[in-house]
């Protein structure tokens, strides 16, 4: 070690000099207090020796300047005096010093002494290593965590999450959240909502999660329907994450014009269904994302019809599973009776307000996540677009002109409107009605399917429980079906000053009595069919079916009227 030694007397200071060099120590020497102080400053010994009384500053005054200067470290002081005095080795210990010596004594005893505050010396080096790493490790997990909470602000959309149909809630048990939450509105209008939940807990939970994000709202902006989207997000899921990881999630699709949930559940709680007549459960549950291969993987969904003024609720396990002091979870019992016996109007911070009171003064082990969805069927009824003159059949050239063609075969898993609006969406002409365009492809298509190839009734959703009983009895024939074709075509116009898309749309069905449907409907707003037909006669400037009803071209005018591409 090197060894600071303070002594003013010539024959002591050589004599102990010559026995710490014997030992092995690196000796620096001062003759008074004062001089000793500079070289402390100056030199950074290991270990400090000094005599007791000297001219000037004294040993304990030494000491306490020097104890000082090292703090928050450990100095070793060691007294080396010639006076064995008790109050002297007390006041020495008082000050700082490690040990207080009695001259004359040994080398040996010396040596034992300072390999004590050698081994010391190492253990606070050790220590501050230590201090050092962690901090440094420390310094690092909070840049991580930094970057990590921008990523996880950008992916989650809080603008979406403020639409006025949802609500959400989420109570991490850790710095990071497993759970998410998202919304986003398809282009007609309809509401699709997402809750995940991540395997285990904090920043490795949330980076879980992270993938299912972009897919999902990029193709709700598109059009595509949840069974779609899930199956994208499975296979992101299985290639991103290690096969031990696996993701939670439910997925609905609100349609807030038709009053139609449709729900895929993979590994949450059943969500909730709650109107005037109580409750009802989505209860069909899948596996979780990740979990299983493509061709293994289940997309079908849970239907529901809804009345207005009723709430979806989806939630993570992490709610029903909140345990109080006593270990009682929160339980789905609980959760049923919070739910029924609120108003509406204050359900949500009911549930919130019953979970924190089971919880108590405790924390939840788990992350808690619930998004409600107000389901309110618009009230405004769609205004036709301003100056909305047919586009007379003397069209000049300079348009594009695109069509898909879908087999029995291709129309159970083909997603049809999202294609024909990605093509559309290429031409700067179309680019900025693709949300009209969208509702116009949307309703063609189904009523072609519904009533020209699978043949339902619409007088069915009259009965009791009739939408369901209209859902049900549409996927038993679609998955059935094995005959027929639709074929969709787009087609821009382009006239003096204004510009048109004209969109085909042709069944190889015997047809449907379009007018009698258009009739009733129009008789009552209160009938739960024939609003498609009155929203696209609302919307187009011209809609022509023939006679059978499998054939119908429909007519937009584009916000941006003119010029080819």
């Not at 080096?125 to 790493?133: L, S, V």
């Not at 019809?305 to 979806?312: C, E, M, T």
């Not at 298509?445 to 020209?452: E, Q, S, T």
């Not at 015997?510 to 009739?519: C, R, T």
Request: charged fraction near 25%; proline fraction near 4%.
């Amino acid at each position: 070690m090197k060894i600071l030694l303070i002594e003013d007397n010539a024959e002591d200071q050589s004599l102990a000099r010559r026995e710490l060099s014997g030992l092995g120590h690196s000796v620096i020497v001062a003759s008074n207090g004062a001089e000793g102080l500079e070289l402390y400053r100056s030199e950074h010994p290991d270990v400090v020796i000094t005599d007791v009384y000297m001219a000037g500053m004294d040993g304990f005054a030494l000491t306490r300047a020097v104890q000082a200067l090292a703090a928050p470290h450990w100095q070793p002081v060691l007294f080396l005096s010639g006076h064995r005095d008790d109050e002297l080795q007390v006041r020495a210990l008082q000050v700082g010093a490690d040990a207080y010596v009695v001259k004359p004594v040994s080398a040996e005893v010396l040596g034992a002494k300072l390999d004590v505050l050698a081994r010391l010396l190492r253990m606070q080096q050790q220590a501050e290593t230590r201090a050092h790493d962690i901090e440094r490790y420390y310094r690092a997990e909070e840049e991580d965590k930094r970057v990590a909470r921008h990523l996880m602000q950008r992916f989650v959309r809080a603008a979406e999450l403020d639409d006025p149909a949802v609500r959400h809630w989420i109570s991490s048990a850790a710095a990071f959240s497993g759970d998410i939450v998202a919304a986003q509105r398809t282009p007609d209008g309809a509401l699709h909502v997402l809750l995940a939940d991540g395997t285990g807990h904090g920043l490795a939970a949330s980076i879980n999660v992270l993938p299912v994000l972009a897919p999902f709202y990029r193709m709700t902006e598109k059009g595509y329907g949840i069974e779609s989207i899930v199956r994208e997000l499975n296979a992101k899921i299985k290639d991103f994450l290690p096969g031990d990881r696996f993701v939670a999630a439910t997925l609905a699709a609100i349609d807030l014009r038709e009053r139609v949930i449709e729900v895929w559940n993979g590994g949450n709680p059943e969500p909730v269904l709650i109107g005037a007549h109580g409750s009802r459960a989505f209860a069909q549950r899948h596996v979780p994302l990740g979990v299983l291969p493509d061709e293994e993987f289940d997309d079908t969904l849970d239907m529901h019809g809804f009345a207005d003024g009723s709430q979806l609720y989806l939630y993570s396990d992490g709610l029903v599973e909140a345990e109080n002091a006593r270990g009682e979870a929160f339980g789905n019992e609980r959760l049923a009776s919070t739910l029924v016996n609120a108003a509406a109007a204050d359900r949500f911070e009911v549930l919130k307000a019953a979970v924190a009171d089971h919880l108590g003064a405790g924390a939840a082990h788990d992350d808690i996540s619930v998004l409600m969805v107000e389901c309110q069927s618009p009230t405004e009824p769609v205004q036709p677009p301003a100056g909305r003159a047919a586009p007379l059949a003397a069209a000049r050239g300079g348009g594009w002109r695109g069509s898909l063609r879908l087999s029995a075969a291709e129309i159970r898993y083909v997603d049809a409107v999202p294609i024909l609006l990605g093509l559309a969406g290429q031409f700067e002409s179309a680019r900025h009605g693709t949300d009209r365009l969208f509702v116009v492809l949307s309703e063609l298509y189904n009523n072609a399917l519904d009533h020209g190839l699978l043949r339902l009734d619409s007088s069915l959703k009259l009965h009791p429980d009739g939408m369901e009983a209209y859902l049900s009895e549409r996927q038993s024939r679609l998955t059935v079906l094995a005959r027929g074709e639709i074929e969709l075509e787009l087609e821009q116009l382009i006239g003096p000053g204004a510009g048109w898309l004209r969109v085909s749309c042709r069944d190889s069905g015997s047809g449907f009595d379009h007018a009698g449907l258009h009739a009733a409907a129009g008789a009552t707003g209160e009938l739960p069919f024939g609003r498609g037909l009155m929203l696209l006669r609302a919307m187009c400037a011209e809609l022509d079916f023939n006679a059978a009803g499998n054939h119908v071209t429909a007519t937009l005018q584009l916000d941006h009227g003119g010029g080819g591409e």
